[in-house]
Nanobody
Framework: QVQLVESGGGLVQPGESLRLSCTAS????????MGWYRQNPGKPRELVAV???????TYLEAVKGRFTISRDRAKHTVYLQMNSLKPEDTAVYFC?????????WGQGTQVTVSS
């Protein structure tokens, strides 16, 4: 059974940091492209950052230089380190695992940036 379990969301002030974690099970982690997406009510889900099996990364332009995605193969976990958070980063963040026609999602974790 495929599972993506996210943690690390919360309420922070502008300029602070958070680290999201997503632990995977039920599929061959090393083969999948892992990523983080975010979504606000009434808006489409957008890609924030992805890392493939070769550790090549891609970022949303708005988070470049502030967010870092990484993966730990031994722990089957992908991380999103978020620094210098801004109010516009507020969203529900979803973990994603993708490999050809296979596409899995976590349940989402809320990140709120507010003073």
């Amino acid at each position: 059974q495929v599972q993506l379990v996210e943690s690390g969301g919360g309420l922070v002030q502008p300029g602070e940091s958070l680290r999201l974690s997503c632990t995977a099970s039920g599929f061959t982690f090393r083969s999948y492209r892992m990523g983080w997406y975010r979504q606000n009510p009434g808006k489409p889900r957008e890609l924030v950052a992805v890392v493939n099996g070769r550790n090549t990364t891609t970022y949303l332009e708005a988070v470049k230089g502030r967010f870092t995605i990484s993966r730990d193969r031994a722990k089957h976990t992908v991380y999103l380190q978020m620094n210098s958070l801004k109010p516009e980063d507020t969203a529900v963040y979803f973990c994603n695992a993708h490999f050809y026609e296979n596409d899995y999602w976590g349940q989402g974790t809320q990140v709120t940036v507010s003073s």
